[in-house]
């Protein structure tokens, strides 16, 4: 299978930073790679797909690129409500997911 | 509005066996290719299964085969996973969730609730 590791696993920041997190996979998976924000007690939400293409309703701060093996998503102005754990996922070959990145207030 | 809600979790001991039911609404159900994922707490998220549209064609995760059975009912707008030999290790939230297909491309646009699976003696 292959393996995402994503980078930082938990990462502090203030509302109105600008913030990226890196996910990296262990072989090239084209641009077979989604963004998902999970709330505690919640289930995923979709935010990015296929790498670049914001899911419809999910507000423009929110951006991913990359291509192959590396991919990042990046948030332009840190809101109270982005604060959350984030996971990608490759559906390249047998789904897998990063180990998640979780997001703290400062 | 898409709704996908999941019933049938519980308590059940190992060895035991438990199905799990996913309704949808607000969508034609039978245009999507479906899924089961699965969270241990505090862990993330793992793919279980996923099945075509007719539901001819079934996907398991190495750790589940031969054990859990993915099915749908397209008249009934209903995705079932029927678990059995549960193992300790099964225990976690269980989401069933919606694949659009882009080509090659395809994510889980739409999730469950989830419902809990607790395997303990």
């Known amino acids: 299978d292959i393996q995402m590791t994503q980078s930082p696993s938990s990462l502090s920041a203030s509302v109105g930073d600008r913030v990226a997190i890196t996910c990296r996979a262990s072989q090239s998976i084209s641009s077979h790679l989604n963004w998902y924000q999970q709330k505690p007690g919640e289930a995923p939400k979709l935010l990015i797909y296929?790498?670049?293409s914001l899911q419809s309703g999910v507000p423009s701060r929110f951006s991913g690129s990359g291509s192959g093996t590396d991919f990042t998503l990046t948030i332009s102005s840190l809101q109270p409500e982005d604060f959350a754990t984030y996971y990608c996922q490759q559906t390249y070959s047998t789904i897998t997911f990063g180990q998640g990145t979780r997001l703290e207030i400062k | 509005e898409v709704q996908l809600v999941e019933s049938g979790g519980g308590l059940v001991q190992p060895g035991g066996s438990l199905r799990l039911s996913c309704g949808a609404s607000g969508f034609t159900f039978s245009d999507y290719w479906m899924y089961w994922v699965r969270q241990a707490p505090g862990k993330g998220p793992v793919w279980v299964s996923r099945l075509n549209r007719d539901g001819s064609s079934t996907t398991y995760a190495d750790s589940v085969k031969g054990r859990f059975a993915i099915s749908r009912d397209n008249a009934k707008n209903t995705l079932y996973l029927q678990m059995h030999s549960l193992r300790v290790e099964d225990t976690a939230v269980y989401y069933c969730a919606r694949a659009p297909l882009l080509g090659s491309i395809y994510y889980f646009d739409n999730w469950g609730q989830g419902t809990l699976v607790t395997v303990s003696s």
């Open positions: 296929a790498a670049s």
